[in-house]
């Protein structure tokens, strides 16, 4: 079945600092990717998202990119703030489904 | 923007009892899911909706059972609650047919059985 995998946490980052969060697939198809947020005491929102290979998506300076050779679509962001701290979570959904599969998160803190 | 609301932010209920979780969209998504948040585990589906009366099991769905009687809320029922139900729920929900289209979350139910 489909699963994702992503890089054990927590990650620990200064301010300003680049980040990079990994994230590889395994599904039937060609999938669509995406990077889910949850801050504390929140439940997760949509971050970004791509649907076909080489495909960009990106929003709040995190960016990530659908590799369709290595199958994977890593999170990047240059320069992380003190406000990035939350858990990131990588997820796919085949074809037109709705439903997703989830990694099972990274947890990102940012220090001053 | 889209609301899905979640009844509750934290239960405590005891092993045995019969528990249900509410959520509600406002945004007449034919789409909602359950899943439960752990640890180390990530995200679990426990059941998913496509439509009114219509329910399908997702990955775990031992221990609970749905309800859709409204387009807009999609409740789960945990019929005999037991420790290991202990966790955070959450709810979402998507208009689905599109491509790539996002769900859209509630801000999760705490559940401690003791």
């Known amino acids: 079945g489909d699963s994702v995998t992503q890089m054990e946490g927590p990650v620990t980052l200064s301010e300003e600092a680049f980040l990079t969060i990994n994230c590889t697939y395994t599904?039937?198809?060609?999938?669509?990717l995406f990077w889910y947020v949850q801050y504390p005491g929140e439940g997760l929102q949509l971050l970004l998202k791509a649907t076909k290979a080489d495909d960009k998506g990106s929003n709040k300076g995190f960016e990530a990119t659908y590799r369709k050779e290595t199958t994977s679509f890593h999170l990047e962001k240059g320069s992380v703030q003190v406000s990035d701290s939350a858990v990131y979570f990588c997820?796919?959904?085949?074809?037109?489904?709705?439903?997703?599969?989830f990694g099972t998160g990274t947890r990102l803190q940012v220090t001053l | 923007d889209v609301k899905v609301t979640q009844s509750s932010r934290y239960l405590v209920k005891r092993t045995g009892e019969k528990v249900f979780l509410e959520c509600v969209q406002d945004m007449d998504h034919e789409n909602m899911f359950w899943y439960r948040q752990d640890p180390g585990l990530g995200l679990r589906l426990i059941y998913f909706s496509y439509d009114v009366k219509m329910k399908e099991k997702g990955d775990i769905p031992e221990g609970y059972s749905v309800s859709r009687e409204k387009k807009e809320r999609f409740s789960l029922i945990l019929e005999s609650a037991s420790t290991n139900q202990t966790s955070m729920y959450l709810c979402?929900?998507?208009?689905?047919?599109?491509?790539?289209?996002?769900?859209?979350f509630g801000n999760g139910t705490r559940l401690t059985v003791t």
């Open positions: 997820a796919l959904t085949p074809g037109t489904a709705s439903k997703l599969t």
């Open positions: 979402a929900s998507t208009s689905g047919g599109l491509r790539g289209s996002p769900l859209h």
């Open positions: 599904a039937t198809g060609y999938p669509s």
